[in-house]
T-cell receptor, first 112, second 112 residues
Framework: GDSVTQMEGPVTLSEEAFLTINCTYT??????LFWYVQYPGEGLQLLLK?????DKGSNKGFEATYRKETTSFHLEKGSVQVSDSAVYFC???????????FGAGTRLAVHP | SQTIHQWPATLVQPVGSPLSLECTVE??????LYWYRQAAGRGLQLLFY??????ISSEVPQNLSASRPQDRQFILSSKKLLLSDSGFYLC???????????FGAGSRLTVL
């Protein structure tokens, strides 16, 4: 079945460092791909998405490119801030089943 | 605009007691509705989803049940809670035919 694999955390960075969180997927067809963010004690918020190959989703300085050839959707940010500390979830939309499939989540901690 | 409400936000219950978590969506009709659980330090597990009134799909066998008595209302229940039911429960909705999931703020359940 469809699945999402994310790099394990926690990822600990200093402020202004470069961030990469790896995400790969397994799916039939061409799913839509998402990154969600969860701040402490809150629900999940959509961060960005891409619906077809080579699309780049971007928001709040974060970017991710839909790579069909490597079945990946890695999240990047050039300069992280303390306020970016959160758990990040990669997900794919399994259209045949009307549901989003999530990765295990990656906790990011940014220190001043 | 559409909004999603979950309650209660926090709940502490003894083992063996019943549970009812409620979720309502405003500003849309016939949404797909979802219950996810996030155990401490773990990823998101899809528990139930519904594409219409009275239509419930269960993803994993467990001690919980779900009901959709009205178009925009989704209820998660248990007759007798177990310690392993502790976690953060998230309700979410998606417009039928779309692929973006919007989450509520979550309900934190502690079973003692």
């Amino acid at each position: 079945g469809d699945s999402v694999t994310q790099m394990e955390g926690p990822v600990t960075l200093s402020e202004e460092a470069f961030l990469t969180i790896n995400c790969t997927y397994t799916a039939t067809g061409y799913p839509s791909l998402f990154w969600y963010v969860q701040y402490p004690g809150e629900g999940l918020q959509l961060l960005l998405k891409a619906t077809k190959a080579d699309d780049k989703g971007s928001n709040k300085g974060f970017e991710a490119t839909y790579r069909k050839e490597t079945t990946s959707f890695h999240l990047e940010k050039g300069s992280v801030q303390v306020s970016d500390s959160a758990v990040y979830f990669c997900a794919l939309f399994s259209g045949g089943y009307n549901k989003l499939i999530f990765g295990a989540g990656t906790r990011l901690a940014v220190h001043p | 605009s559409q909004t999603i409400h979950q309650w209660p936000a926090t709940l502490v219950q003894p083992v063996g007691s019943p549970l009812s978590l409620e979720c309502t969506v405003e500003g849309t009709s016939n949404p797909n509705l979802y219950w996810y659980r996030q155990a401490a330090g773990r990823g998101l597990q899809l528990l139930f989803y519904s594409v219409g009134i009275g239509q419930i799909s269960s993803e994993v066998p467990q001690n919980l049940s779900a009901s959709r008595p009205q178009d925009r209302q989704f209820i998660l229940s248990s007759k007798k809670l177990l310690l392993s039911d502790s976690g953060f429960y998230l309700c979410a909705w998606m417009n039928s035919g779309a692929n973006v999931l919007t989450f509520g703020a979550g309900s934190r359940l502690t079973v003692l």
